[in-house]
């Protein structure tokens, strides 16, 4: 080899690269453009000699004092043509020959190219055309992954397809910087980066222990007519996730206090230990958390006192913001101590409702099976419309729960028909009856769930957060 091409590798010779490992990287570069004649393998604008070396030979090889020795195989996501994948492999027969490279690639031209080059070269390599994203109980040693997925894709497809891995080593380009700050805030990981050899404006990263931090979300439980069971849904519903190990806080947002008692606290306490003290400036949403008598259950109080709040805020012109400002304050300091926030709301689209649709991530509605139950959900879809547009675009409708079910009467499948035509998948399949027990338990202030668990009203919420689970599930797996 000559010495201006060895000076080129003298980047990497330091990372124990050989000189004959060098001879085998050049051998590469000509089937790669050999082949780059018939199948895109990489950018014709980069296919010079000289501009695959240093491109993708090197930048590929760089990263090989982050492969874990200790194991045997080692992963490669998406190799493409074959980087890093086969550059790795190619190293690892003076490193460590027992080392296998398991390349994942979905086109068929650039699998039978990865082992040409395999077979050609020797290489310990396993060419696997199947879709990553469809395998499960993957295990490995490092993860690598160049230009494959963005990089949260790449952490949920190690977290939820990998049975074991040691590291994941990935390339960071111009916006890696952005793109690894942004998902800090939802992952926590171990990791070290070092500068890239080819490129100064990116780096590479060598993570290790990758979770996913709990990402609480937040939802009002909402309609402006008063009695349709929003109420008996927040209590239920949280009380059904809690027994599945669910952390949940509930936000008791109706100075009628109705979900306070419900949950056996009181709500004729004069303090300002509630969410009227929140609002009022007070108090932080830490101070005022109280601990329920259900595992898992937390409550932030109402009382009557939070009826006088939209006056005494008037002048203030944000005011529509302070639930959430108090909220994401919370978010930021408390790391995920909930799985979900859901926050009773009270009987009218005054002041309450809107800091409560300003704050949400999504919005349940319960709707009664009775007659005018439509007409008001279209004054309440038109609110959230405009909430959406001009102070929370993220804002989402979970569902629609129809409440208060009679199989005898027949308005009550009628309006069944009427909503699940209008609104859809959004309907849910469960139907919560009319049941006597629902309306018992309130006054021993605990949910029905524990009064009586198996009476028809038990069941239905029972059943009623299994189908939001999996819908929750769906959405998780879908982001
Ligand atoms: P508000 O608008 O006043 O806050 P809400 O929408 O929160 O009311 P709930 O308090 O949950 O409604 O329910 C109203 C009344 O109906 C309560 O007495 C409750 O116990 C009862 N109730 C709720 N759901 C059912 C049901 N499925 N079957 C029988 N009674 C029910
Ligand atoms: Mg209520």
Not at 274 to 298: P, Q
Not at 303 to 328: M, P, Q, Y
Not at 457 to 473: A, C, L, P
């Amino acid at each position: 080899m000559d010495n201006v091409i060895l000076d080129y590798y003298s980047k990497i010779t330091n990372l124990n690269v050989s000189r004959e490992t060098c001879n085998e990287l050049e051998s590469l570069i000509s089937m790669i453009l050999e082949k780059n004649k018939q199948i895109n393998i990489i950018s014709k604008k980069t296919c010079e000699k000289d501009a695959v070396r240093e491109r993708h030979i090197i930048d590929s090889a760089q990263i090989v004092d982050f492969v874990d020795l200790n194991s045997d195989t080692t992963t490669d996501l998406g190799t493409g043509g074959g980087m890093p994948g086969l550059i790795v492999a190619i190293i690892m027969k003076k490193l460590k020959k027992s080392m296998k490279i398991n390349l994942y690639e979905k086109s068929y031209h650039k699998c039978v190219f990865l082992k040409e080059v395999s077979k050609k070269l020797k290489l310990n390599t396993e060419v696997i055309q199947k879709d990553i994203f469809k395998l499960n109980n993957i295990e490995t040693g490092t993860v690598m992954s160049r230009a494959f997925k963005p990089m949260p894709i790449i952490l949920n497809l190690v977290c939820q397809n990998f049975k074991k891995y040691k590291n994941v080593i990935l390339f960071m380009g111009d916006k890696g910087r952005k793109i690894f700050n942004d998902a800090l805030q939802e992952w926590e990981l171990d990791y070290e980066e070092k500068k890239s050899l080819t490129n100064n404006d990116s780096f590479i990263l060598n993570i290790k222990n990758i979770k996913k931090k709990k990402l609480m979300k937040i939802i009002s439980i909402i309609n402006q007519k008063g009695g349709v069971g929003k109420t008996t849904t927040v209590i239920n519903l949280a009380s059904a996730l809690s027994q599945q190990g669910k952390k949940i806080l509930v936000i008791d947002l109706d100075p009628q206090g109705n979900a306070t008692t419900g949950l056996g606290l009181s709500n004729t306490e004069q303090s300002d230990q509630t969410i009227y003290g929140i609002l009022n400036g007070t108090m932080s949403i830490s101070n005022v958390i109280k601990k329920t008598k259900f595992e898992n259950l937390d409550l932030i109080t109402s009382n009557v006192d939070l009826s006088g709040l939209e006056v005494e805020t008037a002048g203030d012109n944000d005011r529509a913001f302070i639930l959430k400002a108090k909220l994401t304050a919370y978010l930021n300091d408390s790391r995920g101590i909930y799985d979900y926030i859901l926050i009773d709301c009270p009987p009218s689209l005054s002041l309450l409702t809107v800091m409560a649709l300003v704050s949400s991530n999504s919005l349940l509605v319960p709707l009664q099976t009775e007659f005018f139950a439509l007409e008001g959900l279209t004054q309440l879809m038109k609110t959230i419309e405009r909430i959406k547009v001009n102070l929370n675009p993220q804002l989402e409708i979970q569902g629609i729960l129809l409440t208060m079910y009679d199989r005898r009467n027949k308005l009550s499948s009628q309006v069944e028909q009427e909503a699940r035509d209008y609104f859809k998948d959004k309907v849910y399949q469960t139907v919560i009856p009319r049941n006597v027990r629902l309306s018992e338990a309130p006054s021993h202030g605990v949910p029905v769930l524990i009064y009586d668990k198996n009476c028809p009203g038990s069941k239905s919420y029972y059943s009623f957060t299994d189908e939001f689970i999996s819908q929750e599930n769906k959405i998780g797996s879908a982001a």
